[in-house]
């Protein structure tokens, strides 16, 4: 069975760093694009930042500058660097696994993934 994990999430203060990591596995990811979205409470699901195949990426208004997603086809897992961590990050964060795409920009569209993990918690407070 396809399987999408995300591990990593946890309380930090404003200012702060984590690392999130995604662990995809049950097939193969081959052309895929991964992306990570996060839902806060009381707000709408918000795209975050996406990776495609061979590494080109894309981020959202409110992370760019600060957050870094990268991966390894290798591991098949995507990782994303979190820095400079603002309350306003305080949400669950997903993530997703395309189908495999020949488009080399990842989309910044949830409803354009298909696989997508359980989610993990980040709280960024003092």
């Known amino acids: 069975q396809v399987q999408v994990v995300e591990s990593g999430g946890g309380l930090v203060q404003p200012g702060g760093s984590l690392r999130l990591s995604c662990a995809a596995s049950?097939?193969?990811?081959?052309?895929?694009?991964m992306a990570w979205f996060r839902q806060a409470p009381g707000k709408e699901h918000e795209f975050v930042a996406a990776?495609?195949?061979?590494?080109?990426?894309r981020y959202g208004n409110s992370v760019a500058g600060r957050f870094t997603v990268s991966r390894n086809n290798t591991l098949n897992t995507m990782w994303l660097q979190m820095d400079n961590l603002k309350p306003e990050d305080t949400a669950v964060y997903y993530c997703?696994?395309?189908?495999?795409?020949?488009?080399?920009?990842?989309?910044?569209?949830?409803?354009?993934?298909?696989?997508w993990g359980q989610g993990t918690k980040v709280s960024v407070s003092s």
């Open positions: 990776i495609g195949w061979s590494g080109p990426t």
């Open positions: 049950g097939r193969s990811f081959r052309d895929t694009h």
């Open positions: 997703a696994v395309s189908r495999a795409i020949s488009l080399i920009y990842p989309s910044t569209r949830g409803d354009e993934y298909y696989y």
